[in-house]
């Protein structure tokens, strides 16, 4: 049981590249959730979803677009890169609303340089 | 503005004795409030969850108190062991909305 998986674990980009970070959850979840962790500013939510085909807009969207093509797969796209956008992503996944608990993937380090 | 805050960014602790993670919140809508624990280059890890209906909540060497007056809940650990030295981070989530708004952590140090 895997539980959620993120992809890649590093990157480095240069400034104006584009990138697409891949979050895979194995455990049927219908929300999941892409958040930020910069020191001192804790977790900060990017983008979520609450099902297949759904998307919304957190609390730091700007730079980001995700995608929800597939229940089990939750995508975050960079389409220009900036050093503002050098943190660690964490994406996450829940049972749904009213339960949330949400079970977190081991995070993605993102150097934009 | 910050709705929930948890104002020490670090405390240390001797193994044996109690850790007391504090977080305060501004929102009296939050009606659920977790607790999560995260090690170095880890994702966070939920540890223990508190309704607003409660003011308590214990599991095993944990335990959430809630004093929804005060808008302050806090995190008891005890016995603290080593491998309880990690970052906390307190949460609270709005009802009818799918998101939770998280503090900014706190670093727990347990010192054998």
């Known amino acids: 049981n895997a539980g959620v998986t993120q992809t890649p674990k590093f990157r480095v980009l240069k400034t104006g590249q584009s990138m697409t970070l891949l979050c895979a959850q194995d455990m049927n979840h219908e929300y999941m959730y892409w958040y930020r962790q910069d020191p001192g500013m804790g977790l900060r939510l990017i983008h979520y979803?609450?099902?297949?085909?759904?998307?919304a807009k957190g609390e730091v969207p700007d730079g980001y677009n995700v995608s929800r093509l597939k229940k089990q797969n939750f995508l975050l796209g960079l389409e220009s890169a900036a050093p503002s956008q050098t943190s660690v992503y964490f994406c996450?996944?829940?049972?749904?609303?009213?339960?949330?608990?949400?079970?977190f993937g081991q995070g993605t380090r993102l150097t934009v340089v | 503005d910050q709705q929930v805050k948890q104002n020490s960014p670090s405390l240390s602790v001797q193994e044996g004795r109690i850790s007391i993670l504090n977080c305060d919140y501004t929102n009296s809508m939050f009606d659920y409030f977790l607790w999560y624990k995260k090690y170095p280059a880890e994702g966070p890890t939920f540890l223990i969850s508190?309704?607003?209906?409660?003011d308590k909540n214990e599991d095993g060497r944990f335990t959430v108190f809630l004093n929804k007056s005060a808008k302050h809940l806090s995190l008891h650990i005890v016995p603290s062991q080593p491998g309880d030295s990690a970052v906390y981070f307190c949460a609270a989530r709005t009802p009818g909305y799918s998101t939770l708004t998280f503090g900014k952590g706190t670093m727990l140090l347990v010192s054998p």
């Open positions: 996450a996944s829940s049972y749904g609303q009213m339960n949330t608990e949400a079970f």
């Open positions: 979803s609450v099902g297949e085909g759904t998307t």
């Open positions: 508190i309704s607003s209906i409660k």
